[in-house]
């Protein structure tokens, strides 16, 4: 009999996973705007004038009671739900209520879903019940950096699209060659230090994604474009390196201090 998987363990890896997502996700949110008008314009073949960044935080507690759901099998042998809502009074928000059920139903149940309002009141029923073209939801666009040529971000003045580079499209013998000029690239357009030790921090999380983080922090170092002492990513390295290094550290310190100690003596 197959050992039972730990349920403990099995939460910790979920949970690594997420917080492993919520790196990447945190840059890139960061960077939204940049990205935007630039790769989102090639992509959509969209002509940007303004834009207003507005609160992408959504209730996730939202707790909706339809007035009833059924599942249905129809007699061609179909799966459907059927929702009905009774209605006394023409309620003006009743299209977007309506739509709100159909998307919590459908993320929970994951079939065709059938609506009907029974109005039941006397004035006359005048509520919007068909969402305009322009206002339903047909899909969603899929921008895949993967699929990008290097050169085309790379030829960007904006940091942050220069940054995707790394996950593009290039063969998997140029990743050090695209890492290295992602870099140089970095480096001639940030203004100052502060600015191009932010991207070559963020530059290595993303790198991460392709298996380059370690590769990228070497190339950095041999690059020689920053003090890494200032950076929170040296000085994990640091902290990591004492460890490793203790034992190196303790026959050079004793030679050294055996010098030190002469001359003091």
Request: aromatic share 4%; charged share 35%.
């Amino acid at each position: 009999m197959k050992d039972q998987p730990d349920k403990k363990e099995n939460q910790e890896s979920t949970n690594e996973e997420v917080n492993e997502g919520k790196k990447y996700d945190k840059i890139l949110k960061e960077n939204a705007l940049s990205i935007l008008k630039r790769v989102v314009e090639w992509h959509l073949n969209l002509k940007i004038k303004k834009t207003k960044k507005l609160d992408a935080l959504l209730q996730t507690t939202i707790e909706r009671e339809m007035d009833a759901l059924f599942e249905v099998e129809t007699a061609d042998g179909k799966e459907i739900l059927l929702h009905i809502e009774f209605q006394t009074t023409n309620d003006p928000k009743m299209l977007l209520r309506m739509q709100e059920y159909h998307s919590i139903a459908m993320r929970k149940y994951k079939k065709p879903i059938e609506h009907l309002v029974v109005y039941l009141g006397k004035a006359k029923a005048n509520m919007l019940h068909k969402l305009p073209e322009k206002l339903q939801f047909k899909g969603f666009d899929i921008l895949a950096i993967r699929d990008l040529d290097p050169n085309l971000l790379l030829s960007s003045q904006v940091p942050e699209i220069i940054m995707l580079a790394i996950l593009s499209k290039y063969p998997k013998n140029k990743g050090e060659q695209i890492l290295k000029e992602t870099i140089q690239k970095l480096v001639e357009i940030s203004e100052n230090k502060s600015d191009l030790n932010k991207y070559l921090q963020q530059l290595t999380i993303l790198s991460d994604l392709r298996i380059l983080g370690v590769d990228t922090i070497k190339t950095i170092r041999a690059m020689k474009f920053i003090e890494l002492k200032n950076t929170s990513l040296y000085k994990e390295g640091v902290k990591e390196g004492k460890e490793i290094g203790l034992e190196e550290g303790k026959e050079i310190g004793l030679e050294e201090g055996k010098e030190i100690g002469l001359e003091e003596g």
